[in-house]
């Protein structure tokens, strides 16, 4: 299981410049902080396993992070600012650690494309982490 922090991004040797912003929401349906990654400079563009570019110059990753909820999902946006897809993370727990959100992430990943063509990934992850010991 790994932990990530909505600003882990910053460490990455792809991006050279990042702008990080948070909001913390309580409505109705949700109760958590929504995160922006706004990538001013990054030196390559990172092209997903499903061939689609999630991580160039001027892109954007918002995440959110309900507190209520075992899912984290990222909205990836390209530089006009048009859905490359919606990822969203099942996890154990989503919480938040020296102001920071995070989750612990359970490997297997939904991936919603634009056309909303559904994706599963790391299937094989998930099921080796729960086989017996």
């Not at 949700?30 to 160039?56: M, P, Q, T």
Request: net charge negative.
């Amino acid at each position: 299981m790994k932990k990530r922090f909505a600003d882990d991004v910053k460490n990455q040797e792809n991006v050279i410049k990042v702008e990080q912003k948070m909001q913390f929401f309580e409505e109705e349906g949700f109760k958590g902080d929504v995160y922006l990654n706004h990538f001013i400079k990054a030196k390559s563009k990172y092209v997903s396993e499903e061939k689609l570019c999630i991580l160039a110059d001027d892109y954007k990753w918002l995440q959110f992070y309900d507190y209520a909820s075992k899912v984290c999902l990222t909205a990836i946006y390209d530089a006009k600012n048009k859905i490359v897809e919606w990822y969203f993370d099942i996890a154990k727990k989503i919480g938040k650690e020296n102001g920071i959100p995070y989750e612990e992430d359970l490997y297997l990943d939904v991936i919603v494309k634009p056309d909303f063509q559904i994706v599963l990934l790391d299937e094989d992850d998930l099921q080796e982490a729960l086989r017996p010991v």
